[in-house]
């Protein structure tokens, strides 16, 4: 059974806003600091943001989605969000939650991705006029 399900991409017209949504199930998830990875069609799999473990106070965004995108948590329903505002047209990918990484590991978060084997299916995200 895959633990994380990801869901709430859509196609969206530039500048449009979604939620996404990944619901975790079969670990501790309040002990684990979340993710949000998208991959987009032809390239390689790149992080997006990232929430610590527990109260989520440590928020961590990759430089170009800085200021239009927000992560965030709810550990009494296992759950881990994906605001994204403004989108632009390269926003669109395929969107995945992943358990970590830890804080020490973003100092190598490429080697962290290439270590991560627990994947849902996704959810895209197309963003087109």
């Known amino acids: 059974e895959v633990p994380l399900v990801e869901s709430g991409g859509g196609l969206v017209q530039p500048g449009g806003s979604l939620t996404l949504t990944c619901e975790a199930s079969?670990?501790?998830?309040?002990?684990?600091?979340m993710s949000w990875v998208r991959q987009a069609p032809g390239k390689g799999r790149e992080w997006v943001a990232r929430?610590?473990?527990?109260?989520?106070?440590?928020?961590n965004y990759r430089d170009s989605v800085k200021g239009r995108f927000v992560i965030s948590r709810d550990n009494r329903e296992n759950r881990v969000y994906l605001q994204l505002n403004d989108l632009k047209t390269e926003d669109t990918a395929m969107y995945y939650c992943?358990?970590?990484?830890?804080?020490?590991?973003?100092?190598?978060?490429?080697?962290?991705?290439?270590?991560?084997?627990?994947w849902g299916q996704g959810t895209q995200v197309t963003v087109s006029s």
């Open positions: 992943a358990k970590g990484p830890n804080a020490w590991e973003m100092a190598d978060i490429g080697n962290w991705l290439a270590r991560v084997s627990d």
């Open positions: 079969g670990f501790s998830f309040e002990q684990y600091a």
């Open positions: 929430i610590s473990s527990a109260a989520g106070t440590n928020i």
